[in-house]
Structure formats: C-alpha cells, structure tokens
C-alpha cells in the first residue's frame, strides 16, 4: 500500500508542477502569475483577508501578504476596513483587478474545454472523486515529527 500511495503523490507532485506551468501560461498575457492569481480569484469572489486566502490554499500568511501587497502596488487590489477583525483588512478587487481576473479566467475555461475534452467527462469525475478521499485523508492526517 505504501508503494502505491507514494507512486500516487510522485503523481500529484507532478500533475500540481504542470498546473502551475500552465497557469502561468494563462496569466502571463495579463502580466501575472499562477500565484498572483490565485490571490486576485480569492478575492474575485468577495472581499477576503490575507489569513483566510493563505488558509484557503494552505500556504504560508507572509507570502500571500507579499503578493496581495503587490497587486495592491498594481492597482488590482485595494484593502478595506474589515468589520470583523480591527487589523486585518480585507482583500478586495479593483475594477482593474476584475478586467484583468476575467481575461485570465476567460482564457483558463477556453483551456479547461480543451483539457475537458482530451481527457473526459468519466475520468474528470473518477479522478476528481478520488482526489477528494485523498484531500480529506490528508486534511485529518497528522504526520509525526521528528
């Protein structure tokens, strides 16, 4: 079982390496990154603190603060007040923020429909599916430190 699992996350390891790749093939014609936006999507959606996005995709708080401040220098995000938390302000998108998610995220369907069709609706579900049980069994799963 252990070689089958390891084989799986070599897998993962590698299938997340070309997402990336890709996603920066998408953003670059809109002068970003995968990075920059998965913080400007996080936003895209509603109004959001720093926390809650690095939390949303499990990275580190400072590195999402760092790129959420670039895009701020960029005049694709501004901060406002947050009604919930006295320091922490909430993320949220300009209206250049948004022309520029929508030309990302316009691109990324049109790609999604190519990948879709190469790949399946059947195997996007199984796949899918499967790497939901991997998801949870990760998300409770403490692993032992040294």
Same mark, same amino acid.
Request: negative net charge; charged residues 25%.
């Given at each position: 079982? /252990?070689? &089958?699992?390891?084989?799986?996350?070599?897998?993962?390891?590698?299938?997340?390496?070309?997402? =990336?790749?890709? $996603?920066?093939?998408?953003? %670059?014609?809109?002068?970003?990154?995968?990075?920059?936006?998965?913080?400007?999507? &996080?936003?895209?959606?509603?109004?959001?603190?720093? /926390? @809650? #996005? +690095?939390?949303?995709?499990?990275? +580190? %708080?400072?590195?999402?603060?760092?790129?959420?401040?670039?895009?701020?220098?960029?005049?694709?995000?501004?901060? *406002?007040?947050?009604?919930?938390?006295?320091? +922490?302000?909430?993320?949220?998108?300009?209206?250049?923020? %948004?022309? =520029?998610?929508?030309? #990302? *995220?316009? %691109?990324?369907?049109?790609? !999604? *429909?190519?990948?879709?069709?190469?790949? $399946?609706?059947?195997?996007?579900? @199984?796949? /899918? &599916? $499967? =790497? $939901?049980? =991997?998801?949870? !069994?990760?998300?409770? @799963?403490?692993?032992? *430190? @040294?």
């Amino acid at each position: 079982m /252990a070689e &089958a699992f390891s084989t799986l996350v070599v897998q993962m390891l590698r299938c997340d390496g070309l997402l =990336v790749e890709a $996603g920066d093939r998408l953003t %670059r014609p809109s002068g970003q990154s995968s990075a920059r936006w998965r913080v400007l999507a &996080a936003a895209g959606t509603a109004p959001t603190s720093v /926390a @809650d #996005i +690095a939390r949303a995709w499990n990275l +580190a %708080r400072q590195s999402v603060q760092r790129l959420a401040d670039a895009l701020v220098g960029d005049g694709l995000l501004s901060y *406002e007040e947050n009604p919930h938390h006295r320091r +922490a302000k909430l993320a949220v998108l300009t209206p250049l923020g %948004r022309q =520029v998610l929508d030309e #990302i *995220e316009a %691109r990324q369907h049109a790609w !999604a *429909e190519e990948m879709g069709a190469r790949i $399946g609706a059947a195997t996007i579900a @199984d796949v /899918a &599916a $499967g =790497v $939901g049980v =991997v998801l949870d !069994a990760l998300s409770s @799963d403490a692993v032992p *430190e @040294d």
